[in-house]
C-alpha cells in the first residue's frame, strides 16, 4: 500500500477511541502514556528555561542588576534541578520511547501497562514534591547537592532531594518495562539484527537506568537522614567524608550523562536515515558503540573529582577511560556521515535539527577530551568552561534530538502537519541562539571566570552580554515553537500515513496509530528502513 494513497487516519486511533478525562487518566495505552509524559516534560523545559533567563538577564551588569546573591543561587539551583532531574533524562525515553518503541517492534503495549502508567505518577508525584520544595523557599546548594553544604544549607533541600529521589523509581520502572518488553514483544521476523537502532539505544539506557538510578536514591536517602537526623556520614565535623558523596553521586550522574545523551543519538540515527533515503552505514558497529558507552559510562566517574585528592595515577586512569567514550561517539559521528554521504538527501527540519546535533555533540565532545586531560582541568575546573561544556554536550545535544524527535514524530502522534517555513525559522533561530549563548562561556572559563559566580570584573561583560542575547534567541525560537505546534493541533492539515515516506517499522501503523496500534498482526521481513525495494512499507 502506497503511503501517501488514502484516508490518512484509520476510523478509530488512540486519540479518539476514548474522549473522556477519565480514560486519559487511567490508560494503560503506551502512546497515551507517552503523550503526558512529553506534556510533562515540555512543562519541565519551560520552567527551566524561565529559571534561566532570570539568571541570564541577571548576569547583563557585572554587580546585582534585578535579584539578591541568594536568589541568585536559588535560581542556578531551580534551574538545573529542573533540567536535569524533570526534562533531560526522561525527555525522550519516557515520552518518545513509551510512544514509538512497541510500535517499532510490532507490539501492541509494553509489556506491563500498569506499571508503565505508575511510572507517569510517580514522575509527577516526584516533580510536584520537588515543586512544593521550590515554592517554599528553593534550594543553594547547586543541582549536585554538595555536601556539607547540603546537609546544613537552610533552604528548602529536603523536599527537592525527596523529589528527586521519588523520580527515580518512575526511571527504574520505566528501564524494566522497556528491557523487558525488547525481550518479549518482537513481531514475528524481527530478529536481534533487525531491531531499530533507536530501540537499541533505549535498551542501553534502560540497563544504566536499573542499574545506576538506585545509588542516586542511596545517596540522596543518605543526605536525607544527616539533615534530619545529624547523622555523620558526609559532613566532617561530625566524622563523616565529603568526598565519599562525590563518588556516590558521580558514580550515578556520570552514566546519566548517557541516559540523557544515547536516546538523543537514537533518534539521530532514524532521521539520518529517513531523509538520507538509505540504510545505516554500519549498524552493527553503532548498535555496538552504544553499548561501549554505556560500559565506559560507569567507569570514567573520576574525571570530575581531578582537584579532590586523588591519587594522581587515579587521576589519569579516569582520564583515559574518559577518552575512550570520544571513540565510540566517533563510530557513530563517523557512521551518520557515512550514511548521508550518497544518499538522496532531503532537507526537512527534523535534518535540519540532526546537523545542530552533530556541531554541538563534536565541539562539545572535543572539549570533553581536552577535560579529561588533568593538566588542563586544574585550570578549567568550575569555571564557565565547564558549564558551556556540559550544556553543548548535555543540554544541546538533548534539546536538538528531542526537537528533531518532536518533529519528526509529530505527523505519527497526532496526524497533523506544521508549518514548514515556521518550522525552519524556529529551527535556525534555536541553533544559532545556542551557539551563540554558550560559545562565549568557553571564553570566561578560560579567562578564569568561576562558574556560579553573582559578580565578575566590568571587563567580562560584553560576553556575558553576548551569552545573553543567545538565550534571548533561545525563547524566541521555542516560542515560535510552541505557538505553531499549538495551531497544528487545531487547524494544521492532515497528515498521511507516512508523509516523510519512510521506512522505519513505525510507519507500518497509521498517523495516529490504532489503539492497539495495528488492526492486523504486523510481520517486519525487511531490514528497518530499507529502501533499495522500491514498493513503500504496508500500513497494518
Known amino acids: 500500500m502506497n503511503p501517501s494513497a488514502g ?162 523509581f518512575s526511571t527504574i520502572i520505566t528501564g524494566l518495562n522497556f528491557i523487558t518488553t525488547v525481550h518479549t514483544l518482537r513481531a514475528p521476523g524481527m530478529h536481534w539484527t533487525r531491531i531499530p537502532l533507536f530501540v537499541w539505544t533505549i535498551y542501553g539506557t534502560s540497563i544504566i537506568q536499573v542499574v545506576a538510578t538506585p545509588v542516586l536514591g542511596m545517596v540522596l536517602l543518605l543526605v536525607f537522614f544527616e539533615r534530619v537526623f545529624g547523622v555523620g556520614i558526609f559532613d566532617p565535623s561530625r566524622g563523616g567524608d565529603p568526598v565519599l558523596f562525590q563518588h556516590m553521586f558521580w558514580f550515578y550522574s556520570h552514566p546519566a550523562v548517557y541516559i540523557m545523551v544515547l536516546p538523543a543519538m537514537g533518534v539521530i540515527t532514524e532521521v539520518v536515515c529517513a531523509f538520507s533515503r538509505k540504510n545505516i552505514f554500519g549498524y552493527k558497529m553503532i548498535a555496538a558503540s552504544t553499548f561501549g558507552i554505556a560500559f565506559v559510562g560507569f567507569l570514567s566517574w573520576g574525571h570530575h573529582m581531578f582537584v579532590s585528592g586523588q591519587s594522581t595515577f587515579g587521576s589519569g586512569i579516569f582520564g583515559v577511560l574518559s577518552m575512550l567514550v570520544a571513540i565510540f561517539t566517533a563510530i557513530k559521528i ?60 548535555m543540554v544541546g545535544a538533548v ?46 572559563g578560560n579567562l578564569g571566570m568561576p562558574r556560579r559566580y553573582y559578580q565578575y570584573p566590568a571587563e567580562m561583560q560584553w560576553l556575558h552580554v553576548l551569552s545573553t542575547a543567545g538565550a534571548s534567541l533561545l525563547a524566541f525560537g521555542f516560542g515560535l515553537i510552541a505557538v505553531y505546534l499549538l495551531w497544528s493541533l487545531r487547524y494544521g492539515p492532515e497528515s498521511e500515513p507516512n508523509p516523510w515516506g519512510s521506512r522505519g517499522y513505525e510507519w507500518h501503523s497509521g498517523s495516529p496509530p490504532a489503539p492497539h496500534n495495528f488492526t492486523e498482526a504486523p510481520r517486519f521481513e525487511r531490514e528497518v528502513h530499507d529502501y533499495t525495494v522500491p514498493e513503500a512499507p504496508r500500513v497494518y
Do not use: C
Not at 512529553?38 to 547583563?60: H, Q
Open 7 to 168: 484516508s490518512s487516519q484509520p476510523a478509530v486511533t488512540y486519540l479518539n477511541h476514548e474522549t473522556t478525562v477519565r480514560s486519559w487518566l487511567l490508560t494503560r495505552d503506551h502512546k497515551r502514556i507517552g503523550v503526558m509524559f512529553l506534556v510533562g516534560v515540555i512543562f519541565a523545559l519551560l520552567l527551566g528555561g524561565i529559571f534561566a533567563m532570570v539568571l541570564r538577564i541577571e548576569l547583563l551588569t557585572p554587580g546585582p542588576t534585578i535579584i539578591s546573591a541568594l536568589t541568585y543561587n536559588r535560581m542556578f539551583t531551580l534551574h538545573g534541578v529542573t533540567m536535569v532531574w524533570l526534562f533531560m533524562i526522561p525527555a525522550i525515553p519516557s515520552a518518545f520511547g513509551n510512544f514509538v518503541l512497541p510500535i517499532m517492534l510490532g507490539a501492541k503495549d509494553v509489556a506491563f501497562p500498569r506499571l508503565n502508567l505508575a511510572s507517569l505518577y510517580i514522575y509527577v508525584a516526584g516533580s510536584l514534591l520537588t515543586l512544593f520544595g521550590m515554592l517554599w523557599s528553593g534550594a543553594d546548594t547547586g543541582w549536585t547537592f554538595y555536601t556539607p553544604y547540603s546537609t546544613t544549607s537552610p533552604t528548602a533541600v529536603t523536599p527537592i532531594l525527596l523529589g528527586v529521589f521519588v523520580i527515580g
Open 399 to 444: 534539546l536538538m534530538a528531542f526537537l528533531a524527535a518532536l518533529h519528526y514524530w509529530w505527523p505519527k502522534m497526532f496526524g497533523r502537519l506544521y508549518p514548514e517555513r515556521w518550522s525552519f525559522l524556529a529551527a535556525m533561530t534555536i541553533i544559532f541562539g545556542f551557539i551563540v549563548t554558550f560559545l562565549p562561556q568557553f571564553l570566561l
Open 334 to 393: 563517523f557512521n551518520w556521515v557515512a550514511t548521508m554521504y550518497g544518499g538522496s538527501i532531503e532537507l526537512r527540519v527534523p535534518l535540519l535539527y540532526v546537523l545542530g546535533f552533530i556541531f554541538l555533540l563534536m565541539f562539545g565532545g572535543m572539549t570533553g577530551v581536552a577535560l579529561a586531560t588533568t593538566s588542563l582541568d586544574v585550570h578549567w575546573h568550575d569555571t564557565y568552561f565547564i558549564v558551556a561544556h556540559f550544556h553543548y554536550i
